[in-house]
């Protein structure tokens, strides 16, 4: 059983959906407190000059530095859908697959959403479904571990919780990760080898990477995206699953 846990994002970019694509199940954290100015909160898009601009979300700030994730509010939320779908209006227009994407994703700027976590996580279910992902979703708060554990700990308990054999990581985490005690637990360490792939934007002479996964969505269609997506999953290192 390989698993990869992490945050819940704001559309979150393609190296988040290749860690997804490459476990059996991908755990949510959504009792870890909010990081801010984060993807968790943030993410990056193409203006049509060729910028990057952030697209941010904004949560109530009575203790929320407090609150688990989970039980975050949003903030003047509605504003913050109109700002982001004119966003996308003003500035995707000339992308090829600009209606075929915003068909799917306006739904995301009507909802009246309360918590943080929903909108996350309709941002993030959304596009595990169009680039045809069917790992499996769990949240930490569905699983029973010792919550006093922490960092590395945290990740070795909820893996105990899981029944995992493999623990797929980001390389972000190699600073922090107690490789020895996975092991002893008997749980094998695997690091995420993604390579952004390259593909044409507004016709711009120099690509720009790490942006939210909608970039290519909206330039390549749906059809193509979830193809080429797949082509570059394969192209990273493999796993028995």
């Known amino acids: 059983m390989i698993t990869a846990i992490h945050q819940p994002h704001y559309f979150p970019w393609l190296g988040y959906l290749d860690k997804m694509a490459k476990a059996n199940q991908f755990i949510i954290l959504d009792e870890v407190q909010l990081t ?11 203006t049509f000059s060729g910028n990057v601009e952030m697209l941010s979300l904004s949560v ?25 779908r004119r966003f996308f209006e003003c500035n ?25 976590i929903d909108m996350q996580m309709d941002t993030v ?12 979703i769990f ?42 005690e996975f092991e002893k637990a008997g749980i094998r360490v695997v690091y995420q080898d993604f390579t952004y792939p390259v593909y044409q934007q507004f016709g711009l002479n120099e690509f720009v990477p790490n942006l939210s996964a909608l970039d290519i969505l909206f330039h390549l269609g749906l059809d193509d995206a979830r193809y080429f997506f797949w082509e570059n999953v394969r192209k990273g290192k493999e796993f028995e699953k």
Request: with cysteine.
């Open 125 to 136: 279910l959304l596009l595990k479904d169009l680039f045809a992902i069917e790992t499996e």
């Open 92 to 116: 995707y227009k000339k992308a090829f697959f600009f209606e075929e994407v915003m068909e799917v994703i306006c739904p995301i700027f009507d909802y009246p959403y309360l918590n943080l």
């Open 60 to 84: 109530k700030k009575k203790g929320y530095r407090e609150k688990k994730t989970k039980d975050i509010e949003l903030f003047d939320v509605e504003n913050i859908q109109k700002h982001h």
């Open 139 to 180: 949240y930490q708060s569905q699983l029973q571990y010792d919550r006093e554990s922490k960092k590395s700990g945290l990740i070795q308990a909820i893996c105990a919780a899981t029944g995992t054999d493999i623990y797929l990581s980001g390389n972000g985490a190699r600073k922090y990760m107690d490789v020895p």
């Open 36 to 46: 801010d100015r984060s993807p968790m909160v943030r993410n990056k898009f193409l």
